[in-house]
């Protein structure tokens, strides 16, 4: 099970973190990728980590302001926010990738495994 929190309303300019945990499961050899899903539009990856944190990825609408990490000690991968404008109103979901292959993510793909329920994020003023 996969559970999304951090998420809330920030104002232009500002910052969230979002965390990814697992219950009652170990993350060692799962890629993790974060998707988001505004109104009207299609879920979009954004990010992934591969399953040995080496290895991140991050589409072009959020490099360089999103930064995604990883704690399999805590069984926990984090999406830290910032810069973040209006656009980046939508529903956040992590997803699980099971893989033997721990150095490897692909942050389009939407060959998941496990899905999260999602977490709101809201940038207005």
């Known amino acids: 099970l996969l559970v999304e929190s951090g998420g809330g309303w920030v104002q232009p300019g500002g910052s969230l973190t979002l965390s990814c945990a697992a219950s009652?499961?170990?993350?060692?050899?799962?890629?993790i990728q974060w998707f988001r899903q505004a109104p009207g539009k299609e879920r979009e990856g954004i990010s992934c980590?591969?399953?040995?944190?080496?290895?991140?990825h991050y589409a072009d609408s959020v490099k360089g302001r999103f930064t995604i990490s990883r704690d399999n000690a805590k069984n926990t991968v984090y999406l830290k926010m910032t810069n973040l404008r209006p656009k980046d109103t939508a529903v956040y979901y992590c997803?699980?990738?099971?893989?033997?292959?721990?150095?490897?993510?692909?942050?389009?793909?939407?060959?998941?495994?496990?899905w999260g329920e999602g977490v709101q994020v809201n940038v207005s003023s």
């Open positions: 980590v591969s399953a040995s944190g080496t290895n991140t």
């Open positions: 997803a699980a990738k099971s893989t033997f292959v721990r150095t490897l993510c692909n942050v389009g793909s939407r060959s998941v495994d496990r």
């Open positions: 009652g499961e170990g993350l060692d050899y799962d890629a």
